[in-house]
């Protein structure tokens, strides 16, 4: 696999420069061939590193090994906006011929459905390959704070700085859910990336984080030497640990499941609208194939990607078709209060 870390502004032009002529060769070919000696496009939302980017790999790694005529694979990394310039990128720059796909976060779907600011896209329209599956969230505190529980974290007079992503990711709209409640944190914003998060935690420049478990695939060593341990989840994974939606009142729940939809969808491989049918059931077919393969498996465990529960892209689009329906303006106008620059 060929892998580039480029400029924003050398992607957009590279890329929308061969779209056309590439969709239009590439009409022609029978389906079962139409991959042969082509490449892969898989472009990313964060930069690498980081739990996003590192999950994105192991996948356009091991995906083209299933696509009839094995494709080259590329990945290229197009941050901005917690995903939202990656995505808005492919739906509106991007051929729909099948050649390119994305991985733009865990989150900015849900930007999609609340119709937040800077969204060109609608999450419902896109063409979904799929999902490795759902995935769980907690609190990380350093254990070098003295805090070993969250009640020591909401009894302490200390306040304590949680690096987060974007204002409008759960990394920063869970922490200031529970500011609301009393817990001493204050939000900084402004990492680009969970791995930039993750140097902060080491340095001793954050004190903690709200993220998926997945973050750490690559630094379980943080959990293993106890820099790093859990105080809160979301779902009940880790006996003892108490849940979230103990801690946030019922009042706000259904803004809370708006925030953590991310959860059941876990890392979303989508395309632009319309790819042809065909060839979007080739990718999803290779999709699966590829989450039951012992050497995906394999790697995907070691950098804690789900194993064994995958989503079909046609489940992803029934899910996401749902959530749309479910994001009532009452839900929605809570969710960008809650996700408004600080």
Known sequence: MITHCIS?????????????????????????????????????????GGGVDTAARVVARHLVRFIPGTPR????????????????????????????????GRSWFVEGVARG??????????????????VNSVVYIRTATGIRTFQELMASTRTFSFGALASNTATAMVPAMLVRQG?????????GSSARVIVALEQGE????????STFGHRKDLIERKIISIILQNKPEHPGVPLLRDIIPASDHKVLDLVMALESFGLPVMGPPGIPP?????????????????????EAQRVDLPVGMPLSGARVATMM???????????????????APQ
């Open 206 to 213: 954050a004190d903690g984080m709200f993220t998926v478990e």
């Open 73 to 104: 694979s590329i990945v290229q990394n197009l941050e901005g906006a917690a995903g939202i310039v990656a995505a808005n990128y492919v739906t509106t720059r991007t051929a729909p011929d099948g050649l390119t796909i994305a991985v733009p």
């Open 278 to 298: 065909e060839r979007l059931e080739m990718l999803r077919t290779a999709f699966l194939a590829m989450c039951n393969d012992a050497e995906y498996r394999a």
């Open 117 to 134: 600011a800077g969204v060109r896209f609608d999450p419902t329209t896109l063409s979904y390959v799929g999902s490795p599956g759902a």
């Open 183 to 191: 817990a001493p944190i204050k939000v900084i914003f402004g990492y």
């Open 321 to 339: 078709n749902e959530l749309k329906a479910s994001a009532t303006p009452e839900v929605v106008a809570g969710y960008k209060r809650l996700g």
């Open 8 to 48: 924003r502004r050398g992607f957009v032009a590279g890329m929308a420069g061969g779209a056309l002529a590439r969709s239009a060769s590439a009409s022609a070919a029978p389906a079962s061939e139409f991959y042969r000696g082509k490449t892969l496009t898989t472009v990313v939302g964060f930069a690498p």
